[in-house]
């Protein structure tokens, strides 16, 4: 065991602490506790009163509750199988429920006992017209014990922390308890005072205090806003002083609205912009009018009229003698976006290129071109950025799906020569707090209207036993001349089997089902080529039925397909399940989307699936998918500069975040270096702990 020792520095090791040493130091490491601060912001998930603190008559089915109750009865008995099967009762002196346990270990046979005082935690069941709990979570709060040295024998409110397997309740308590008798002198604030006045915090000393110790529930709940607020407040310092950077040291481009090629345009276009994309227009082209370099997200379900938006801006450079980038996630839509912009620049002198990956004849010549400037729109994939491209005169560059861009990769293309001005697109609708905290660089624009010839999409859920029912509704829509995807999940853990079944729907449907129909199965391990010749048949309508395996690429526009029929669909996020739904309804016909459910369903998949059939607004979704999943699932793990957060949560906190950011950014703009004396504990914390972040950001 390692030797305890009295340090001053609170980022010391944990296993020097009292009761801790190597082995339980290595335990604690598994939940990010690494030295005595770590141990210290370790906070409880939930807290536990010694009095009956529920009424047990209230209760139903699929209620998930966490309560103190008594013991009423205890009983073990055998399976024909020789299991043992633990049954306790509890009650609240009225109404009694049955928690059982199928394996467990021996002692708890000796724990449980009648009269003692359980704390339970799980989900509300019936068996028999009986209530019950399966395997709940416990604790045993009057332990009988010698306790008469333990600070926490007579504490009303005990807090209950995540553990770990070797570390239990009562061991995490003592070590906690250990650590701030001995080291809560030296403690440091975070804040500085005139915030903590502004806002009424407790300073850190008392609130860390609060945060284990406190009985009072209601009060902790303040407390730990305190923590939160200090979670967002350094990250979006770190942004304010981006942002300040940007607008101050970077200059762009000062481009003059000449209303030459962008009125012309306007003038012909075979529709008419809806209001936000008029607004959006605007915004864009004030920051393209201004000195600095623009940095701006824009956002937009499938469908809002994004690539319009940005073939203006395209224009506003190109009429001011300079050349235009946009860049696409793969080649198949880097092509629809050529052939969709130049069918729009029929009759306007305006040259545009696709250039495309790989090697083929006049490939060369469009590089050539891009290099001397006659080539004024350049459509392409992310390699664009690659080094054998060489613009002349780059002064706008769009990237669309820009989830798949890190940081490192736009602060690459905010780099170049003249400093262009950047547009991201986005059909994934981001979260306001998520917005605010991965892309705090970012200005955002939100398309939120769609074109008034686009009907909303019909979502309907039914069981795989009604799937034949789906098929003869389906019918009719082919007969009309439509065309339907039908889409499998792919199982991870099992790639072959989900292709499997993929190769098997796919010989049921276009043999029994629709033979009449010319039908074809797209599938991850397809070549890339052949997936893109399947894809560009199915635009073309020489394929009626699309069966896939893979989610269907973002953004591949195919206005005479109006039915969607997403097998398994509980199995996929809500975010998955709008970009699916958003590959039907791009042409004037009413389209449906059919979410085909295999039972059991769990509750959360509910959710998303009723979700779903309520609306078709992608932000709303959006939010219950953040409130559903998190944020680190949404972004996956590729999404470099995704801040990771101790104490806050971006669905609950998102007040907190609003005056953090207000805060933060009003401290930069008076003080950008922290270099007055009541920012001296910022500039102090702030360039200790973020000077590398700003490295990778600071463009």
């Not at 009761?19 to 506790?33: M, T, Y």
């Not at 209207?449 to 098929?471: G, Q």
């Not at 394929?543 to 269907?552: A, F, G, N, R, Y």
Request: charged share 25%; aromatic share 10%; proline share 4%.
């Amino acid at each position: 065991m390692a030797e305890s020792k009295k340090t001053t520095d609170l980022n010391s090791e944990v296993k020097y602490l009292k009761g801790v040493g190597e082995h339980r130091a290595q335990l604690l490491s598994k939940l990010g506790i690494k030295t005595i601060l770590d141990l210290m912001e370790h906070f409880p998930k939930v807290y536990i009163s010694r009095k009956l603190s529920v009424t047990l008559g209230d209760l139903k089915p699929g209620d998930m509750l966490a309560f103190t109750a008594v013991i009423s009865w205890v009983d073990v008995h055998q399976t024909a199988k020789g299991r043992n099967i633990l049954s306790i009762g509890v009650s609240d002196g009225k109404v009694g429920i049955i928690c059982s346990w199928f394996t467990y270990p021996p002692v708890y046979e000796k724990m449980f006992l009648p009269g003692r005082l359980v704390w339970l935690n799980g989900t509300i069941t019936e068996f028999n017209g009986q209530l019950e709990m399966v395997h709940p979570e416990f604790e045993l709060i009057d332990d009988w014990e010698d306790t008469k040295e333990d600070f926490w024998k007579n504490r009303e409110v005990l807090p209950v922390y995540p553990l770990t397997e070797g570390i239990n309740q009562k061991l995490m308590r003592r070590l906690i308890y250990n650590a701030f008798a001995l080291y809560a002198g030296f403690i440091e604030e975070k804040l500085p005072e005139n915030i903590i006045a502004k806002h009424h915090f407790l300073e850190r000393k008392t609130a860390l205090q609060k945060m284990h110790f406190g009985q009072n529930p209601a009060e902790i709940e303040k407390v730990r806003r305190r923590f939160a607020y200090e979670d967002f407040f350094y990250t979006q310092l770190l942004w304010a002083r981006h942002k300040t950077f940007h607008t101050t040291k970077t200059k762009g481009i000062k481009f003059i609205n000449k209303k030459q090629l962008t009125t012309g345009v306007y003038k012909k276009l075979p529709f008419t912009l809806t209001k936000a994309q008029k607004k959006v227009l605007w915004e864009i082209f004030a920051d393209m009018c201004s000195e600095k370099q623009m940095s701006r997200l824009l956002q937009g379900d499938v469908g809002s009229g994004k690539t319009v938006v940005t073939l203006f801006a395209m224009l506003l450079a190109v009429e001011n003698g300079y050349q235009s980038a946009l860049m696409a996630p793969t080649e198949i839509l880097a092509e629809q976006h050529y052939e969709t912009i130049t069918n729009l620049l029929k009759g306007f002198e305006v040259q545009v290129c696709l250039l495309k990956g790989g090697v083929y004849k006049g490939k060369e010549a469009i590089k050539k071109a891009i290099a001397e400037g006659s080539a004024q729109i350049v459509i392409g994939t992310h390699a664009l950025l690659q080094k054998d491209i060489n613009f002349k005169r780059l002064g706008f560059a769009c990237v669309d799906e820009q989830h798949r861009f890190g940081v490192e990769q736009r602060a690459k293309l905010a780099n170049l020569a003249e400093h262009p001005d950047l547009l991201y697109l986005s059909a994934t609708p981001i979260p306001r707090s998520l917005a605010m905290t991965v892309y705090g660089d970012l200005e955002v624009s939100i398309l939120d209207e769609l074109p008034p010839t686009r009907k909303p999409v019909r979502t309907i859920i039914r069981p795989s036993s009604k799937i034949d029912t789906v098929y003869s509704e389906v019918r009719q829509e082919l007969a009309l001349g439509r065309q339907v995807y039908i889409v499998c999940p792919l199982v991870e853990e099992s790639e072959k089997i989900a292709l499997l079944d993929a190769t098997k729907l796919y010989e049921y449907i276009s043999q029994k089902v629709f033979p009449e129909y010319p039908a074809s199965l797209l599938h991850g391990r397809m070549p890339v080529k052949e997936k893109d010749m399947i894809m560009q048949k199915f635009k073309a309508g020489e394929i009626k039925i699309l069966v896939s395996t893979t989610v269907i690429e973002v953004g591949v526009d195919v206005p005479n397909a109006s039915v969607m029929i997403v097998e398994h669909a509980e199995r996929f996020g809500l975010a998955q399940l709008h970009q699916l739904r958003g590959r039907v309804g791009r042409g004037s016909a009413q389209a449906y989307c059919y979410l085909i459910e295999h039972s059991p369903v769990s509750e959360v998949a509910w959710q998303r699936l009723t979700t779903m059939t309520k609306t078709t607004d992608g932000f709303i979704i959006a939010e219950k998918d953040l409130e559903l999943r998190g944020p680190g699932e949404i972004f996956g793990y590729e999404q470099s500069g995704l801040p990771v957060f101790r104490f806050a949560n971006l669905v609950r906190d998102q007040e907190i975040l609003r005056l953090a950011r207000q805060d933060a950014f009003e401290i930069v703009h008076a003080d950008p270096d922290f270099e007055l004396p009541e920012n001296a504990l910022l500039k102090k914390i702030y360039f200790s702990q973020f000077t590398d972040k700003e490295k990778l950001i600071l463009y």
